[in-house]
């Protein structure tokens, strides 16, 4: 970030929710930022049609004279190249979606940034990031084109530059992500770990009196029961999220960390009618890992699988050693890539036939919170902590998807130096 102040527009109708704010924005040291805070729509459009200019807006969705996605599509067409963070009062992760469509740059819950004022200055880094990297993104895409016409050879490189580009507008999103949560995970594990146990308690003390008033008080007493233990696994998620325990590596077969995975999933795939073909040498080479987070990652995506199927399918599970032959997605010739062209790699793919993912919605599979499954049916934590163990074990997690044809994921890790035993 530059010296020069960050100029920003924030609309927003209710004082109570836009102190904070202004107040955090302005103790900002780095970035430093000037905000000037309108409570209507109208005034916002205003301010932006004006002389004076602003390098992004920060709006609430529901205004007094606007609602919903219409706030986004108002101010996106009065300021097209400035980038927008939506404020919203519901986690709502359909209204999250639209609002990115519609042209805003990031979303964010408003009870979030009361408690942590900074994920906003986070969200507003972000934001200009992205629009710079967007920015020279259409400079080379324009460039490309015009090469294309006059230089096969410098095409091919802007193109490199163009695919290298995307990539590392990717890792940025993805990156303050991971930071933004890594920070809410500790503070929710201290503010609400201990009051769940307590509640905890208080019901398995009372269960003896309640036991005595029939069947229908301990189904009530039970109903508490089971939503601490949902809220304390969700909390637990975000620790080992946050704070991801030490690896222990050691060179071993990935096939039996397969089938160790698998045992846990068989009885429920036969439920579902899931058919499970396993296509994984005996003699596959070592890879160095940690067995007990590997077994959890292959878990998390055999459970995401089963859950694709509720009405029966094939899940497939391939593994393979590999020279690696072309570049593209974390395999390069720079040294700053994972895995470079000519290397070995111990390759596993995990495919389903069940309801596929939308195209849209790829890209953010792997950030935490984000999931298509129904209320209750998860959080939106198990691809996040997926993805930082296979990082943690320098390797890479790609998921491929058609709607209507299922899931493919593949895992790639290095391929231990050790010989076999």
């Known amino acids: 970030m530059s010296e020069t102040p960050v100029k920003i527009l924030l609309i927003e109708d209710t004082a109570d929710d836009a102190e904070p704010m202004l107040k955090a924005l302005r103790q900002s040291k780095q970035p430093r930022f000037e905000v000037e805070w309108v409570d209507r729509l109208a005034l916002g459009v205003q301010r932006l049609a004006g002389p004076a200019r602003f390098d992004i807006v920060v709006t609430d969705l529901n205004l007094p004279d606007a609602h919903g996605l219409d706030t986004v599509t108002t101010v996106h067409a009065k300021a097209k190249d400035m980038p927008i963070v939506v404020l919203t009062s519901d986690d709502d992760g359909l209204v999250a979606t639209r609002a990115l469509r519609e042209g805003a740059q990031d979303y964010l819950v408003k009870g979030y940034v009361h408690v942590y004022p900074e994920l ?42 163009y695919q290298e580009l995307k990539q590392t507008q990717a890792m940025l999103v993805q990156a303050e992500k991971m930071a933004a949560v890594g920070q809410l995970a500790s503070g929710i594990a201290h503010e609400v770990k201990n009051p769940l146990h307590i509640i905890l308690q208080c019901v398995n003390y009372l269960e003896p009196d309640v036991k005595a008033r029939g069947a229908q008080a301990m189904e009530i007493l039970q109903a508490i029961r089971e939503a601490v233990m949902t ?6 998620g975000l620790l080992d999220f946050s704070k991801p325990a030490p690896l222990e590596l050691k060179a071993v077969q990935l096939g039996a960390v397969i089938d160790s995975a698998l045992l846990l999933i068989n009885n429920q ?86 309801t596929g993912i939308p195209k849209e919605l790829l890209s953010r599979v792997f950030n935490p919170f984000f999931t298509t499954k129904a209320p209750g049916e998860g959080v939106g934590l198990g691809l996040s902590i997926t993805s930082a163990i296979i990082q943690a074990h320098r390797g890479l997690i790609n998921l491929d998807s058609e709607p209507g044809q299922g899931t493919t994921v593949t895992i790639m890790l290095p391929i231990s130096e050790q010989p076999s035993t």
Request: aromatic content about 2%; proline content about 2%.
């Open 231 to 236: 809220a304390d696994k969700i909390v637990r």
């Open 269 to 354: 795939a036969a439920t579902k009618k899931v058919k499970i073909v396993k296509a994984v040498p005996a003699d596959l080479p070592l890879v160095v890992l940690d067995a007990q987070q590997i077994k959890q990652v292959l878990l998390n995506i055999f459970l995401n699988s089963l859950q694709a199927m509720p009405n029966g399918g094939e899940l497939r599970i391939r593994a393979r050693a590999e020279r690696l032959s072309a570049a593209g997605r974390g395999i390069g010739l720079r040294t700053s890539d994972l895995f470079q062209v000519g290397d070995r790699a111990l390759v596993c793919e995990v495919q389903d036939t069940g």
């Open 120 to 161: 906003l200055i986070r969200a507003i880094r972000y934001a200009l990031e992205r629009q710079e990297l967007q920015h020279r993104e259409r400079e080379l895409s324009d460039a490309l084109t015009a090469a294309a016409v006059s230089d096969r050879k410098r095409a091919g490189e802007l193109d490199q530059a």
